[in-house]
């Protein structure tokens, strides 16, 4: 806790950076003019100056807008973020805390935002490792060791992971297939194949490798994977809302629970 001298000299005072609205004039958004210098600039770009105040040329936005669109956009309600979604929708609840509770749950460790986070660190040290002279093979093996995981590599349901395909064919066609990071990343799978672990890359590592050789730093890639499953999520949420009967979103009946607790009981009055 701070003393109460830098909370009064922080009163009704905060000190920024990043912008803000003058009333019935203009915004300022890190340093320009919202209305004058932002102002055809995509959303996507917009999003990714708010996360790293830098600026990014259309194809580099139009790597970032794919990379959304092929990797996380679907509109299963199946999937555990999205059952949330379809869960508060089929409740009736509205749309903002449909979304945002979506959203929440999708920091998932295993699958979701922590495990992106994890798979960029993961690159970025990989390749810190391989520009020192070290061997990705034994860094491999030691991640295994220590973590039994590498973030990036490996699927909970299946081995295979369609997404891997679509995704290299949009890197390749805006010419971005030749990225230092992304090569180490086929090369960790690679080794991960020869050691007969079975395990290989998944869509997360992929995309962290990519966002990593476009200066992405893990925390600036977090912030922008955060809204990613956001276009699967309304697909699912309107459904479910839509849906005549409340509250039938995957019932499932009380004899189908494994109940491992103390068995039933009766009150004593």
């Not at 060791?145 to 679509?166: L, N, Q, V, W, Y």
Request: glycine share 8%.
């Amino acid at each position: 806790m701070r003393g109460p001298k830098q909370l009064l000299d922080c009163e009704d005072k905060w000190v920024t950076e990043m912008g803000a609205w003058i009333a019935g004039e203009r915004v300022v958004f890190r340093g320009k003019d919202l209305f004058k210098e932002l102002h055809s600039m995509r959303w996507m770009g917009l999003l990714l100056y708010g996360i790293t105040g830098r600026e990014f040329n259309d194809k580099q936005i139009r790597l970032f807008e794919g990379l959304w669109v092929l990797s996380v956009s679907y509109p299963d309600a199946r999937i555990w973020n999205n059952r949330v979604a379809a869960l508060t929708g089929s409740a009736k609840a509205t749309g903002s805390l449909g979304i945002s509770a979506a959203t929440a749950v999708s920091e998932a460790k295993v699958y979701g935002k922590q495990a992106d986070l994890a798979a960029i660190e993961f690159i970025k040290r990989a390749k810190r490792h391989k520009d020192q002279g070290g061997d990705l093979t034994e860094l491999v093996k030691a991640e295994l060791h220590t973590k039994r995981a590498i973030g990036g590599f490996g699927r909970p349901i299946i081995m295979k992971d369609e997404r891997i395909a679509p995704v290299m064919r949009l890197v390749k066609d805006l010419e971005y297939h030749q990225g230092e990071c992304l090569k180490i990343a086929f090369e960790i799978e690679q080794i991960l194949i020869s050691e007969r672990f079975r395990m290989r890359m998944n869509v997360g590592g992929l995309v962290a490798a990519i966002a990593s050789d476009q200066n992405l730093s893990a925390l600036e890639y977090y912030y922008y994977v955060l809204l990613a499953f956001t276009a699967g999520h309304f697909p699912c949420f309107i459904e479910a809302q839509d849906y005549k009967m409340e509250g039938t979103f995957f019932p499932l009946r009380c004899e189908r629970v494994s109940y491992q607790g103390k068995p039933h009981r009766k009150w004593e009055i």
